[in-house]
């Protein structure tokens, strides 16, 4: 697949994902959407690959979908792709994501609105520019937020925080983001990506089958419900090794 919406790059073994529409501040399209999810397939296969950042071209991150293409209705060169809401990256890649073997940075250099925000949640780590914002404002458009957003955010805000964020569609600024629990750490717009590549580095250190397995044993700490299944649980991966 000939990627337009999306660009591929190499830092040692971390590979970054940038959504490549900056003269939109990067809003989804369908094509992007199954850009991203062709690219995370490839790479699960590839042993120089063991850390993904996931960032954006410009000045946005990604400012929701990009209502004008949508109102325009499919290019020629569109037509072979599946309709809004019915691509794979809004039926099943949140569950991909959240489980996929190798660590996921997202790396949130500007605007993040709509799925610019859910297409963050499931990945491991979120770290934004101190110039980013970060809004849902799925209320305001009349539809329920996707791409497993309603499991996610009451998991890394509390309920009562997601609930204030969705239910309003307010936008936060970066530091509000950070309190909230939408996101793990704010930086300087000139140290967010050296910092994402940096941590990516740290993780790249340690064996892509351990980190898989930890990422393993977390996510199912998340969802047990006592301390003893989660040790279970742990023995079981360490026999894994």
Not at 178 to 204: F, K, N, R
């Amino acid at each position: 697949m000939d990627y337009k919406d999306i660009q591929i790059s190499r830092q040692n073994t971390t590979t970054v994902i940038t959504l490549n529409r900056p003269e939109k501040l990067n809003a989804y399209t369908v094509r992007m959407g199954e850009e991203i999810v062709d690219a995370f397939e490839k790479l699960r296969g590839d042993d120089d690959c063991r850390v993904i950042i996931i960032t954006g071209a410009g000045r946005g991150f990604c400012a929701g979908v990009d209502l004008e293409k949508l109102k325009s209705g499919p290019t020629e060169e569109d037509r072979d792709l599946p309709p809004l809401g019915k691509e794979r990256l809004v039926q099943d890649f949140a569950d991909t994501l959240l489980n996929y073997p190798k660590p996921v940075i997202a790396a949130i250099n500007g605007a993040a609105i709509g799925v610019g925000v859910t297409l963050s949640l499931p990945c491991d780590i979120r770290i934004a520019s101190e110039t980013a914002k970060l809004g849902i404002p799925f209320a305001k458009l009349g539809i329920v937020p996707g791409l497993g957003s309603t499991w996610l955010l009451p998991r890394l805000m509390g309920p009562g925080r997601a609930k204030l964020l969705a239910l309003t569609g307010r936008t936060l600024t970066a530091p509000e983001a950070e309190q909230y629990g939408l996101v793990d750490c704010v930086v300087a717009a000139e140290s967010l990506l050296p910092t994402a590549l940096a941590i990516a580095e740290e993780m790249a250190q340690s064996k892509p089958a351990i980190l898989s397995l930890i990422k393993e044993a977390l996510n199912f700490g998340l969802g047990a419900t006592a301390i003893r299944e989660s040790m279970t649980f742990e023995h079981e991966q360490n026999a894994r090794r």
